[in-house]
Nanobody
């Protein structure tokens, strides 16, 4: 099974930018739809963005649309989350997730759609 390790989280000021990385091992990410989720203290884990195996289908949560960009580099076996114009409400632990979808153009948007998860990386945005 694929193993996922997130990195890149840190403390930034509001309006700043960060790029998170999700490095996969044991399996190639080309076999998976990939997603980013986040969980703030006291809240449920929520969908941020997802990308299909082909890269042709991408979804974003309304709260991050226009500010965040997901991308995948199958050659590097890594998925990225580029975040711009960060807000204090973006503060959360960010998780990378993988779904061994049979369809190259499918990507789910719920926690239950993804089978494999990383350990998370903390993003903190100060006002």
């Amino acid at each position: 099974q694929v193993q996922l390790v997130e990195s890149g989280g840190e403390l930034v000021q509001a309006g700043g930018s960060l790029r998170l990385s999700c490095a996969a091992s044991r399996r190639t990410i080309s076999s998976y739809a990939m997603g980013w989720f986040r969980q703030a203290p006291g809240k449920e884990r929520e969908f941020v963005t997802g990308i299909s195996r082909s890269g042709g289908r991408i979804y974003y949560a309304d709260s991050v649309k226009g500010r965040f960009t997901i991308s995948r580099d199958n050659a590097k076996n890594t998925v990225y989350l580029q975040m711009y114009s960060l807000k204090p409400e973006d503060t959360a632990v960010y998780y990378c997730a993988a779904d061994p979808s049979l369809s190259s153009d499918y990507v789910g948007r719920s926690v239950e759609d993804f089978d494999y998860w990383g350990q998370g990386t903390q993003v903190s945005v100060s006002s």
